[in-house]
Antibody, heavy 120, light 108 residues
Framework: EVQLSESGGGLVKPGGSLRLSCVGS????????MNWVRRAPGKGLEWVAT????????YYADSVKGRFTISRDNSNNTLFLQMSSLRDEDTAVYYC?????????????WGQGTLVTVSS | EIVMTQSPATLSVSPGDTVTLFCRAS??????LAWYQQKPGRGPTLLVY???TRATGVPARFSGSGFGTEFTLTISNLQSEDFALYFC??????????FGGGTKVEIK
């Protein structure tokens, strides 16, 4: 059974930093692209970032480019999102999601999410 | 960036009804369209990909159709567990991957 479990969310002040983690199990983690998607309160889903299976490249939404960094540790089946220069509008539940095939893909499994609140 | 627009925002229906959700793309995404269901406090779950292919374990009462810029998700004989939020997503052009704003299916 595929499982994704996020952690690391919390309350942070504007301008602060936070690192999210997502542990995957039940599949060959290094084979698949992995993603972060967020949902702000009362809003729809927003794709944040994608990283290929071999971690060669990261791809980012314009709204987070230059502030967020996606990375992965395939030896420990873990995906990360390093967030810096956080803004009020980054407040959201952050989900990690497994790509079905390749970077340009839909998401066949999602975690339960971790809440990030940016507020002074 | 391809903008995805879902309608209506809310559908008030009764168990046993058949409902159709709409998703429009600002430019063609061919058949690269997925649908997700989300319930409160939980992560989304994949329902349909490639416009019309049901994900593993998804009941046959969920059916997707369309091509290019116009897509639909039809839920037949609505069950109590189907009252939820539904999102469409295009994966034809990226970055970015983009989602619609969602349709809430609620009990009348």
């Amino acid at each position: 059974e595929v499982q994704l479990s996020e952690s690391g969310g919390g309350l942070v002040k504007p301008g602060g930093s936070l690192r999210l983690s997502c542990v995957g199990s039940g599949f060959s983690f290094s084979t698949y692209a992995m993603n972060w998607v967020r949902r702000a309160p009362g809003k729809g889903l927003e794709w944040v970032a994608t990283i290929g299976g071999r971690a060669a490249n990261g791809y980012y939404a314009d709204s987070v480019k230059g502030r967020f960094t996606i990375s992965r540790d395939n030896s420990n089946n873990t995906l990360f999102l390093q967030m810096s220069s956080l803004r009020d509008e980054d407040t959201a539940v952050y989900y990690c999601a497994k790509g079905w095939r390749g970077e340009r893909s839909f998401f066949d499994y999602w975690g339960q999410g971790t809440l990030v609140t940016v507020s002074s | 960036e391809i903008v995805m627009t879902q309608s209506p925002a809310t559908l008030s229906v009764s168990p046993g009804d058949t409902v159709t959700l709409f998703c429009r793309a600002s430019q063609s995404v061919a058949s690269s369209l997925a649908w997700y269901q989300q319930k409160p406090g939980r992560g989304p779950t994949l329902l349909v990909y490639g416009t019309s292919t049901r994900a593993t374990g998804v009941p046959a009462r969920f059916s997707g159709s369309g091509f290019g810029t116009e897509f639909t998700l039809t839920i037949s004989n609505l069950q109590s567990e189907d009252f939820a939020l539904y999102f469409c997503q295009q994966y034809n052009n990226w970055p970015p991957l983009t989602f619609g704003g969602g349709t809430k299916v609620e009990i009348k």
